[in-house]
């Protein structure tokens, strides 16, 4: 990580954050430099990896991906050669947005996005239930998302 962030910095952070299409002329008027060295900055940034990429927030309910399904997964064993089997069984999975291991009564919480109920039940049956080790698993349909962490200037301090 290097040094430590100071406020330009963060501001950089907060500033991208919110919107990743600003140019390197509106970032820096924002933050109150030059274009130059905060330009540098956020290459410096990108390098020590505080920042991960830039991207595109999609509608999936527009490109047909609605239907979200929320996934507790329990494992036979849990063993480091178990887990790193999962771990990389499932990211061969398109429709798992995200995957995160659980420190209690279960191993896993995935969230998963298909087109709709029947698309689920064979992403489930033919995909997450043949992941290596997986011996429960527990599906919740999502109603509603009542808060997603689209911007995470939040998070910068």
Same mark, same amino acid.
């Given at each position: 990580?290097?040094?430590?962030?100071?406020?330009?910095?963060?501001?950089? @952070?907060? #500033? /991208?954050? *919110?919107?990743? $299409?600003? =140019?390197?002329? *509106?970032?820096?008027? $924002?933050?109150?430099?030059?274009?130059?060295?905060?330009? *540098?900055?956020?290459?410096?940034?990108? !390098?020590?990896?505080?920042?991960? &990429? +830039?991207? #595109? @927030?999609?509608?999936?309910?527009?490109?047909?991906?609605?239907?979200?399904?929320? %996934?507790?997964? =329990?494992?036979?064993?849990? &063993?480091?050669?178990?887990?790193?089997?999962?771990?990389?069984?499932? !990211?061969?999975?398109?429709?798992?947005?995200?995957?995160?291991?659980? #420190?209690?009564?279960?191993? +896993?919480?995935?969230?998963?996005?298909?087109?709709?109920? &029947?698309?689920?039940?064979? %992403? /489930?049956?033919?995909?997450?239930?043949? /992941?290596?080790?997986?011996?429960?698993?527990? =599906?919740?349909?999502?109603?509603?998302?009542?808060?997603?962490? /689209?911007?995470? =200037?939040?998070?910068?301090?």
């Amino acid at each position: 990580m290097g040094r430590d962030l100071d406020k330009i910095d963060r501001s950089i @952070l907060r #500033a /991208l954050s *919110e919107n990743g $299409r600003l =140019s390197i002329v *509106e970032l820096a008027q $924002r933050v109150n430099l030059t274009n130059t060295p905060c330009s *540098e900055r956020v290459r410096r940034l990108e !390098k020590s990896g505080h920042i991960r &990429g +830039y991207a #595109a @927030l999609l509608d999936l309910e527009q490109l047909g991906h609605g239907h979200l399904t929320v %996934v507790q997964v =329990s494992l036979s064993a849990t &063993g480091d050669g178990s887990l790193n089997a999962f771990n990389r069984a499932v !990211k061969n999975i398109p429709e798992i947005e995200s995957c995160v291991m659980i #420190a209690g009564s279960f191993d +896993y919480l995935l969230t998963v996005r298909t087109r709709d109920m &029947g698309h689920f039940r064979s %992403v /489930l049956g033919d995909k997450i239930n043949l /992941l290596p080790g997986v011996l429960q698993t527990n =599906s919740f349909a999502v109603m509603e998302v009542v808060k997603e962490a /689209l911007d995470q =200037s939040a998070f910068v301090g």
